[in-house]
Protein backbone atom coordinates (compact mmCIF):
# COMPACT_ATOMS: atom_id res chain seq x y z
CA UNK A 1 0.00 0.00 0.00
CA UNK A 2 1.56 3.60 -1.20
CA UNK A 3 1.02 5.81 1.63
CA UNK A 4 2.06 9.85 1.38
CA UNK A 5 2.90 12.01 4.54
CA UNK A 6 2.19 15.21 4.34
CA UNK A 7 3.71 17.85 7.08
CA UNK A 8 2.66 19.84 8.53
CA UNK A 9 -0.60 19.33 9.52
CA UNK A 10 -1.56 22.62 10.59
CA UNK A 11 0.29 26.03 9.48
CA UNK A 12 -1.11 29.32 11.05
CA UNK A 13 1.19 32.31 9.82
CA UNK A 14 0.97 36.01 9.35
CA UNK A 15 -0.22 37.80 6.18
CA UNK A 16 3.67 38.07 4.27
CA UNK A 17 5.46 35.15 5.55
CA UNK A 18 6.65 31.88 3.77
CA UNK A 19 6.10 28.72 4.37
CA UNK A 20 6.80 24.88 2.55
CA UNK A 21 4.82 22.11 2.65
CA UNK A 22 6.41 18.75 2.70
CA UNK A 23 4.71 15.78 0.72
CA UNK A 24 7.22 12.23 1.85
CA UNK A 25 6.49 8.57 0.54
CA UNK A 26 8.85 5.37 0.40
CA UNK A 27 6.99 4.44 -2.80
CA UNK A 28 7.42 6.03 -6.48
CA UNK A 29 4.42 8.10 -8.36
CA UNK A 30 4.35 8.57 -11.36
CA UNK A 31 2.87 11.86 -10.78
CA UNK A 32 2.11 14.26 -8.06
CA UNK A 33 -0.98 16.40 -7.89
CA UNK A 34 -1.10 19.35 -5.36
CA UNK A 35 -4.76 20.39 -4.80
CA UNK A 36 -6.53 23.11 -2.62
CA UNK A 37 -9.91 22.73 -0.83
CA UNK A 38 -11.95 25.59 0.62
CA UNK A 39 -15.09 24.38 3.36
CA UNK A 40 -17.62 23.16 1.31
CA UNK A 41 -15.94 22.47 -1.62
CA UNK A 42 -14.23 19.63 -3.69
CA UNK A 43 -10.53 19.87 -3.94
CA UNK A 44 -9.57 21.99 -6.88
CA UNK A 45 -6.30 21.07 -9.01
CA UNK A 46 -3.57 23.39 -8.42
CA UNK A 47 -0.38 21.29 -10.07
CA UNK A 48 0.38 18.13 -11.73
CA UNK A 49 4.51 17.11 -11.57
CA UNK A 50 5.58 14.23 -13.73
CA UNK A 51 9.26 14.66 -13.91
CA UNK A 52 11.71 13.84 -11.34
CA UNK A 53 13.24 17.26 -10.20
CA UNK A 54 10.56 19.30 -11.84
CA UNK A 55 10.15 22.93 -10.59
CA UNK A 56 6.70 24.63 -11.09
CA UNK A 57 5.74 28.09 -10.37
CA UNK A 58 1.90 29.09 -9.88
CA UNK A 59 2.38 33.07 -9.28
CA UNK A 60 3.72 32.90 -5.61
CA UNK A 61 3.43 29.07 -5.54
CA UNK A 62 6.28 26.91 -6.33
CA UNK A 63 5.72 23.05 -6.48
CA UNK A 64 9.01 20.80 -6.74
CA UNK A 65 9.14 16.71 -7.36
CA UNK A 66 11.78 14.82 -5.79
CA UNK A 67 14.32 13.73 -8.14
CA UNK A 68 13.67 9.98 -7.09
CA UNK A 69 9.87 10.65 -7.72
CA UNK A 70 9.06 9.67 -4.02
CA UNK A 71 8.34 12.97 -2.50
CA UNK A 72 7.04 17.27 -3.19
CA UNK A 73 6.79 20.33 -1.63
CA UNK A 74 4.66 23.48 -2.05
CA UNK A 75 6.38 27.19 -0.85
CA UNK A 76 4.58 29.46 -1.08
CA UNK A 77 5.84 33.22 -0.80
CA UNK A 78 4.13 36.41 1.16
CA UNK A 79 1.64 34.44 2.16
CA UNK A 80 -2.16 36.32 1.93
CA UNK A 81 -5.68 35.67 3.79
CA UNK A 82 -7.08 34.19 0.20
CA UNK A 83 -4.03 31.59 0.93
CA UNK A 84 -6.13 30.25 3.86
CA UNK A 85 -7.66 26.71 3.03
CA UNK A 86 -6.58 22.86 3.43
CA UNK A 87 -3.65 21.93 1.15
CA UNK A 88 -3.48 17.99 -0.59
CA UNK A 89 -0.96 16.27 -2.17
CA UNK A 90 -1.94 13.16 -4.29
CA UNK A 91 0.34 10.52 -5.57
CA UNK A 92 -1.28 8.67 -8.95
CA UNK A 93 0.43 5.72 -11.36
CA UNK A 94 -0.20 5.22 -15.18
CA UNK A 95 -1.03 1.43 -13.50
CA UNK A 96 -3.53 2.22 -11.64
CA UNK A 97 -6.59 4.42 -13.40
CA UNK A 98 -7.19 7.55 -11.78
CA UNK A 99 -6.94 6.43 -8.60
CA UNK A 100 -5.26 8.85 -6.29
CA UNK A 101 -3.40 8.13 -3.29
CA UNK A 102 -3.96 11.69 -0.94
CA UNK A 103 -1.95 13.01 2.23
CA UNK A 104 -3.48 13.76 5.28
CA UNK A 105 -3.53 17.48 4.22
CA UNK A 106 -1.84 20.77 5.90
CA UNK A 107 -4.57 23.37 7.07
CA UNK A 108 -3.38 26.49 6.42
CA UNK A 109 -4.64 29.54 8.14
CA UNK A 110 -2.81 33.01 6.92
CA UNK A 111 -3.83 36.14 9.42
CA UNK A 112 -3.81 39.42 8.18
CA UNK B 1 -19.26 24.56 -18.89
CA UNK B 2 -21.17 22.58 -15.96
CA UNK B 3 -18.49 21.27 -13.50
CA UNK B 4 -19.56 17.86 -11.41
CA UNK B 5 -22.86 17.58 -9.64
CA UNK B 6 -23.52 15.96 -6.82
CA UNK B 7 -26.85 14.80 -5.06
CA UNK B 8 -27.91 15.50 -2.51
CA UNK B 9 -25.71 17.67 -0.47
CA UNK B 10 -26.53 16.81 2.58
CA UNK B 11 -28.06 13.66 4.20
CA UNK B 12 -28.98 11.91 7.41
CA UNK B 13 -29.39 8.42 8.26
CA UNK B 14 -29.81 6.17 10.93
CA UNK B 15 -27.67 3.07 11.59
CA UNK B 16 -28.53 0.37 9.55
CA UNK B 17 -30.27 2.11 6.68
CA UNK B 18 -28.73 1.89 2.91
CA UNK B 19 -28.03 5.43 0.92
CA UNK B 20 -27.64 6.39 -2.37
CA UNK B 21 -25.43 8.77 -3.67
CA UNK B 22 -25.20 10.17 -7.24
CA UNK B 23 -23.00 11.96 -9.43
CA UNK B 24 -22.95 13.54 -12.56
CA UNK B 25 -19.60 14.26 -14.68
CA UNK B 26 -18.75 17.04 -16.55
CA UNK B 27 -20.14 16.74 -20.64
CA UNK B 28 -17.70 13.68 -22.17
CA UNK B 29 -15.97 12.57 -19.01
CA UNK B 30 -16.09 9.26 -18.95
CA UNK B 31 -14.35 8.05 -15.80
CA UNK B 32 -16.39 8.97 -12.71
CA UNK B 33 -13.80 7.90 -9.24
CA UNK B 34 -15.32 8.37 -5.54
CA UNK B 35 -13.81 9.47 -2.51
CA UNK B 36 -14.59 8.93 1.27
CA UNK B 37 -13.34 12.22 3.18
CA UNK B 38 -13.35 11.90 6.86
CA UNK B 39 -11.13 14.25 9.51
CA UNK B 40 -9.12 10.86 10.82
CA UNK B 41 -8.42 9.15 7.60
CA UNK B 42 -8.26 12.26 5.25
CA UNK B 43 -9.28 11.49 1.15
CA UNK B 44 -9.57 7.75 0.78
CA UNK B 45 -10.11 6.06 -2.62
CA UNK B 46 -13.14 4.09 -3.02
CA UNK B 47 -13.50 3.21 -6.56
CA UNK B 48 -13.06 4.17 -9.81
CA UNK B 49 -15.83 3.63 -12.97
CA UNK B 50 -14.90 3.89 -16.97
CA UNK B 51 -17.31 3.52 -19.72
CA UNK B 52 -19.70 1.52 -17.10
CA UNK B 53 -16.91 -0.97 -15.82
CA UNK B 54 -15.67 -0.65 -12.34
CA UNK B 55 -11.39 -0.22 -12.77
CA UNK B 56 -10.07 0.42 -10.05
CA UNK B 57 -11.13 -0.18 -5.80
CA UNK B 58 -9.67 0.78 -2.92
CA UNK B 59 -9.95 -0.86 0.40
CA UNK B 60 -13.23 -0.98 1.78
CA UNK B 61 -15.91 -3.30 2.65
CA UNK B 62 -18.44 -4.77 0.18
CA UNK B 63 -21.34 -2.51 1.85
CA UNK B 64 -19.74 0.15 -0.30
CA UNK B 65 -20.89 -0.23 -4.11
CA UNK B 66 -20.88 1.88 -7.31
CA UNK B 67 -21.88 1.59 -10.48
CA UNK B 68 -22.41 3.51 -13.99
CA UNK B 69 -24.58 4.63 -16.46
CA UNK B 70 -24.19 4.49 -20.11
CA UNK B 71 -24.32 8.67 -19.73
CA UNK B 72 -21.91 8.36 -17.42
CA UNK B 73 -23.46 8.96 -14.55
CA UNK B 74 -22.39 7.06 -11.37
CA UNK B 75 -24.01 5.82 -8.15
CA UNK B 76 -22.62 4.87 -5.07
CA UNK B 77 -24.70 3.12 -2.63
CA UNK B 78 -23.70 1.77 1.40
CA UNK B 79 -25.78 -0.58 2.83
CA UNK B 80 -26.04 -1.38 6.88
CA UNK B 81 -24.94 2.18 7.28
CA UNK B 82 -22.70 2.53 10.55
CA UNK B 83 -21.75 5.52 12.47
CA UNK B 84 -18.12 5.53 11.24
CA UNK B 85 -19.61 5.81 7.50
CA UNK B 86 -20.62 9.68 8.26
CA UNK B 87 -18.39 11.69 5.92
CA UNK B 88 -17.59 14.09 3.07
CA UNK B 89 -18.11 11.86 -0.13
CA UNK B 90 -16.37 13.40 -3.32
CA UNK B 91 -16.72 11.94 -6.63
CA UNK B 92 -14.34 13.27 -9.01
CA UNK B 93 -14.42 13.36 -13.44
CA UNK B 94 -12.05 13.08 -15.78
CA UNK B 95 -11.56 12.22 -19.67
CA UNK B 96 -9.36 10.07 -19.31
CA UNK B 97 -6.40 9.62 -21.22
CA UNK B 98 -3.75 9.12 -18.73
CA UNK B 99 -3.16 9.20 -15.11
CA UNK B 100 -2.17 12.76 -15.04
CA UNK B 101 -5.37 13.57 -16.79
CA UNK B 102 -7.13 16.34 -14.36
CA UNK B 103 -9.59 15.38 -12.20
CA UNK B 104 -12.29 17.77 -11.13
CA UNK B 105 -13.88 17.46 -7.98
CA UNK B 106 -17.58 17.80 -7.60
CA UNK B 107 -18.74 19.91 -3.52
CA UNK B 108 -19.84 16.25 -2.57
CA UNK B 109 -22.20 14.79 -0.48
CA UNK B 110 -22.43 14.82 3.63
CA UNK B 111 -23.25 11.97 4.97
CA UNK B 112 -24.40 11.60 8.41
CA UNK B 113 -25.27 8.41 10.18
CA UNK B 114 -27.02 8.57 13.25
Known amino acids: TQLLEQSPQFLSIQEGENLTVYCNSSSVFSSLQWYRQEPGEGPVLLVT?????EVKKLKRLTFQFGDARKDSSLHITAAQPGDTGLYLCAGANNNAGNMLTFGGGTRLMVKP | KAGVTQTPRYLIKTRGQQVTLSCSPISGHRSVSWYQQTPGQGLQFLFE???????NKGNFPGRFSGRQFSNSRSEMNVSTLELGDSALYLCASSLPVASTDTQYFGPGTRLTVL
Open chain 2, 49 to 55: YFSETQR
Open chain 1, 49 to 53: VVTGG
